[in-house]
């Protein structure tokens, strides 16, 4: 029985040690709904006040975040289709059609989500310059496409190595064309595969901050530069900015509950194939 | 072995290219089908090229260029002075080295805590799923929004941080990210709290693909607390610990939004990592000089990798043939 006693006690270890991990979420929960006088008061307070919407009200009206959050929806929604529309026959072709040189392929690939983003952001920069796409949405979705497309290659590639190689042969036996069998078989097999990376994608572009700082700077912000212009060099608006930070990341909650068991997987199968 | 599937590979399997084909009919379909895949591919690698790899390029170039952001007219082609420059500046190399120095370190505490916290979530209670929900939220939380809500915590006044220092252990009100000797290691702490889940769940992923025939094997030779971990988990899931190691690595040279939205920088030049820095150049105008330091980042990530690929990944290849030979 001694045994039982031990792994309740590190059960209860766990649930200790993730509720003391998000603190600092729910503090910035706490803060968008307390009166500016509570989150500027010596003494911190988890419970002790009337919860207020005026900093829901302050980022719509006077920080325009409605406009920022339609940016953010549109390009990184777009970006993430067009990654997808590229990255499913690329990862299919790399994982699955023997190609020569496959793994080296999928390397190459994914070394391109090494690169830092200050190595790139000066081209960019340029070139929506010179298109005189600064301050656009397209500049921002052409640069998302473009840094969200390695990784999700790599994902995919994971996810499809991880169906069994007999899928191809028996479409073949029932008589289905190569498209058949993709369209058919693989697709709808890999669909678990395919929301993760579809996630992924979306959250990096969701959450990227360098690239808009450049390319944005008021008709076509996103929502982690929005975020920042509650600051300024002597006055914060704390209320304000948790505010923007709690409508940035509850779709992101939303996304982590539906799909925790699959995005963990997902990271692991790229690892080990 | 015939051509006429995909090759879906086993981990245990050398990752080798297509079998030769046998015959003239399995050439012809072998051809169709490479080509297939080429069609296939080209999309996705037309895409990298002119989004990717042609502005890597054109950087390069930028790179070996003055190119003053306020005054363009003066720009012109200047061989390797931008780079002669950097290299007799010693913030440069301070950056570089704290940047190292940042890497080692908030890897190191991720990949360690992140292997506890693997452990502690690898268990078959009730609301496991739920727990492992909620560790992995700060993962897909913004830098930004982060970063933001952090500060607000170690402010010095009404910080949540200070709040419990004072209380809980009795000392005065302090403003870490204002003072050089606290500003690093508190984005340390706000780096970790937010990767350590990250490392954690993928681990745990990891763990739980180990079979049950193993695991039961083990208890029967009564294998069990850290021998069980140091002896069978950590061996069985190499490749996953490897792959975080990597990933990790390079996002931690990379850093910028953390960096950059807590404190810039600052105080004086005590949180100047290396993407921090090169937007300074930026600020500056120094568009050419700019360019030639984010080249060097792209070094160091390239030498990071091909000594990370070259010892660690060969030799976990080579290990994975000798087991599957046997």
Known sequence: MRQDATTRAINVLAVVVVAIWLIPVVWVALTSIKPTKVINAAEPTFYSFVPTDEHYIEIFDRFLFHRAMINSLVTVGVSTFIVMLLALPAAYAVARMGLAGGDTWALVILSLRFMPGVVVVLPYFKMANGFGLIDSQLALIVVYTAFGLPFAVWLLRGFLLDLPKEVEEAGRLDGLSWTGIIFRLILPMARPGIAVTAIFTFVFSWNEYLFALFLTYDKATTMPVALQKTIDLYNVLWGSLSAGAVIQLLPMILVVFLLQRHIARGLALGAVK | ?326
């Open chain 2, 1 to 326: 072995m015939t051509t006429t599937s995909g090759e879906a590979r086993l981990p245990t399997s050398a990752a080798g290219p297509a079998a030769p084909s046998k015959g003239p009919r399995a050439g012809a379909v072998a051809r169709e089908r490479r080509r297939n895949a080429y069609i296939l591919l080209a999309p996705c690698v037309v895409v990298l090229i002119v989004l990717a790899i042609y502005p890597m390029f054109f950087s390069g170039v930028l790179s070996f260029r003055v190119d003053p952001l306020y005054n363009p007219n003066v720009a012109r082609f200047i061989g390797w002075r931008n780079y002669d420059d950097l290299f007799h500046d010693f913030r440069f190399w301070q950056s570089i080295r704290l940047t190292v120095l940042w890497a080692l370190i908030v890897v190191t505490i991720q990949m360690v805590l992140g292997f506890f916290l693997a452990i502690l979530l690898d268990r078959k209670m009730r609301g496991a799923g739920l727990l492992r929900s909620l560790i992995i939220i700060p993962v897909f939380i913004s830098p930004i929004a982060m970063g933001l809500t952090w500060r607000f915590i170690f402010e010095p006044v009404a910080g949540l941080a200070n709040w419990i220092v004072s209380k809980g252990l009795g000392l005065e009100k302090y403003s870490w990210l204002s003072h050089k000797d606290t500003a690093l290691s508190t984005l340390m702490i706000v780096d970790c709290w937010q990767w350590t889940p990250f490392v954690a769940l993928i681990l745990l992923a990891g763990m739980q693909s180990i079979s049950t025939e193993i695991t039961e094997a083990a208890r029967l030779d009564r294998i069990r607390g850290t021998a069980y971990y140091t002896r069978i988990v950590i061996p069985l899931i190499r490749p996953v610990i490897l792959v975080v190691l990597l990933l990790r690595l390079v996002d931690s040279i990379r850093i910028f939004d953390l960096n950059f939205i807590m404190t810039k920088g600052g105080p004086g030049s005590s949180t100047l990592m290396a993407s921090v820095y090169d937007y300074t150049i930026f600020e500056q105008g120094h568009l050419g000089l700019m360019a030639a330091y984010g080249f060097l980042i792209l070094i160091l990530i390239n030498i990071v990798v091909a000594i990370f690929l070259n010892t660690l990944y060969r030799a976990e290849k080579a290990a994975r043939l000798a087991d599957a030979k046997n």
